[in-house]
């Protein structure tokens, strides 16, 4: 198969945008209070004008907007404590180390994965620079360091398939900083003040997290003007699981949008978002807008976020029922998919160092349902690296809120590292998924607990091959099994 053409989407609204969004989980948690827009009939004529531009304005900024509204939130909870917190919370500057795999309890973020230990950090780029210590690696043990702006654009993919497993010093800076550096320390630098790293460290099983947070405790995070005087990471204090997202909505959410664009402006976009002038973004909010243009705002954020909803959920490359994601990190203009790729998962990564096929439908396109059973066999060959450190693995998730689904038997994910499956005479997998126990002895063993109800899955495949990169690897179909 010739590499897969890129999906484009087009909205035509009074004039072309290209959108973005988020997850309705966060909208339901929001503690925002969306007052309803003033009916447009009640406009004169003029104030119906006015109503129309800030309207085809305010969708076209929920698009282009909602990926670093998403990263400004998250920046603003994972912050917002005095200490590190083994929840993976921070101050700025400092490592937040998750130290159990995420599961059912934890709605942070979309979609977060159940193979490795988290390390986060949220830096401030503004004043100086930050060097980041890797340790050594020896065991061959998957770790990455993925470094993203605000805009969630790729800075840099720390981890053993681009730098090695014998660590190092590594040093983040804002793009035009001018002062002096270390010799000899690669340098990586990034469009915005902000940036955040999601660190990865595989873990094979429960008896190995142990080993796996023993390297977590090794990363070091230093401000330039201390460096090369490093410390220690300090214990964190415990805490019960991740924080919940509250995303501001309506005439907050474009008040937060003004807020980071004013703190991580982009030289490239200044045209464009200089047009959001007119709804109050880079001119004072929308406090002192008119009624009729706030009424349109109401009405664009909900339209705004049902068109990236619908883009996250068809987004990507389809093949046999998976959507694929070849741009992860790189959109450039592409706005609408920047949105749709966060609303899925936050801050996706760049494809050579994981892809994130995902699935709603089955193998006649309806939608995933508990109440059903399906049937899905992997290859034996998955096509992943494992000289790398790289495996795979296929996690439930539900549709609605697309985080992990609480089940009887604790299992939230099939792959690699999952123990006592049984594999097919030929090396492949045959994974049974579906709410109700099974009672064959194979499907039993096999089983991925899904919820009474709809649901996505989504597969990881740390350190893929390049077939998979070039879009040349196909994963297999799923199957409704008639009961």
């Given at each position: 198969m010739n590499k897969l053409m890129k999906k484009t989407v087009a909205i035509a609204l009074a004039a072309s945008f290209t959108l973005s969004g988020c997850s309705q989980a966060t909208m339901a948690n929001s503690q925002t209070s969306t007052p309803e827009p003033q009916a447009a009939s009640s406009f004169t004529d003029r104030e119906q004008a006015e109503y129309n531009y800030a309207y085809a304005l305010g969708v076209q900024a929920a698009v282009y907007g909602w990926a670093p509204v998403m990263m400004d939130v998250a920046l603003e909870l994972?912050?917002?404590?005095?200490?590190?917190?083994?929840?993976?919370?921070?101050?700025?500057?400092?490592?937040?180390?998750?130290?159990?795999?995420?599961?059912?309890?934890?709605?942070?973020?979309?979609?977060?994965?159940?193979?490795t230990l988290y390390l986060q950090m949220w830096g401030?780029?503004?004043?100086?620079?930050?060097?980041?210590?890797?340790?050594?690696?020896?065991?061959?043990?998957?770790?990455?360091?993925?470094?993203?702006?605000?805009?969630?654009?790729?800075?840099?993919?720390?981890?053993?398939a681009t730098v090695g497993n014998d660590g190092g010093d590594f040093i983040l800076a804002k793009k035009g900083y001018e002062g002096e550096l270390p010799e000899g320390l690669p340098v990586y630098y990034s469009d915005t003040r902000?940036?955040?790293?999601?660190?990865?460290?595989?873990?094979?099983n429960l008896a190995d997290e142990a080993a796996a947070r023993e390297v977590q405790k090794q990363f070091?995070?230093?401000?330039?003007?201390?460096?090369p005087n490093t410390q220690p990471q300090?214990?964190?204090?415990?805490?019960?699981?991740?924080?919940?997202?509250?995303?501001?909505?309506?005439?907050?959410?474009?008040?937060?949008?003004?807020?980071?664009?004013?703190?991580?402006p982009l030289e490239k976009d200044k045209e464009l978002v200089d047009t959001f002038a007119y709804i109050g973004i880079g001119n004072g909010g929308t406090e002192n807008l008119s009624e009729a243009r706030k009424a349109a705002l109401q009405a664009a954020f909900a339209d705004g976020f049902a068109i990236v909803r619908d883009a996250a959920v068809n987004t990507g490359v389809p093949v046999n029922g998976w959507n694929w994601e070849y741009d992860a990190?790189?959109?450039?203009?592409?706005?609408?998919?920047?949105?749709?790729?966060?609303?899925n998962s936050i801050g996706l990564n760049s494809p050579e160092r994981a892809m994130y096929p995902k699935r709603y439908v089955d193998s006649n396109g309806e939608m995933l349902n508990g109440e059903n059973g399906y049937t899905i066999t992997f290859p034996a060959d998955m096509a992943i690296n494992s000289h790398l450190g790289g495996f795979w693995s296929v996690t439930m998730y539900d549709a609605q809120d697309r985080f992990m689904v609480e089940n009887k038997i604790d299992r939230y994910k099939i792959g690699t590292v999952t123990e006592d499956l049984i594999y097919n005479e030929d090396g492949s997998?045959?994974?049974?998924?579906?709410?109700?126990?099974?009672?064959?002895?194979?499907?039993?063993?096999?089983?991925?607990?899904?919820?009474?109800?709809?649901?996505?899955?989504?597969?990881?495949?740390?350190?893929?091959?390049?077939?998979?990169?070039?879009?040349?690897?196909v994963l297999p179909e799923m199957f409704k099994v008639e009961k």
């Open positions: 994972q912050t917002s404590v005095d200490a590190p917190i083994s929840n993976g919370q921070a101050p700025l500057n400092e490592l937040g180390p998750i130290t159990r795999l995420w599961d059912y309890r934890d709605r942070s973020y979309t979609t977060p994965n159940n193979d401030d780029l503004e004043e100086q620079p930050i060097v980041l210590t890797v340790p050594e690696v020896t065991d061959n043990r998957y770790w990455m360091a993925q470094i993203i702006d605000m805009y969630t654009e790729a800075v840099v993919d720390l981890s053993n902000y940036i955040w790293m999601a660190g990865r460290l595989g873990v094979e070091r995070l230093t401000k330039l003007s201390d460096y300090p214990e964190p204090k415990e805490s019960a699981g991740a924080p919940t997202v509250n995303f501001p909505a309506g005439l907050e959410w474009f008040d937060r949008l003004d807020k980071v664009l004013a703190e991580n990190g790189r959109y450039g203009t592409d706005y609408l998919l920047r949105a749709a790729v966060n609303m997998l045959t994974v049974y998924i579906g709410h109700d126990k099974p009672t064959d002895a194979k499907h039993l063993a096999n089983w991925l607990p899904a919820p009474n109800d709809d649901f996505m899955l989504q597969i990881r495949m740390y350190e893929p091959k390049q077939e998979v990169v070039d879009g040349e690897f």
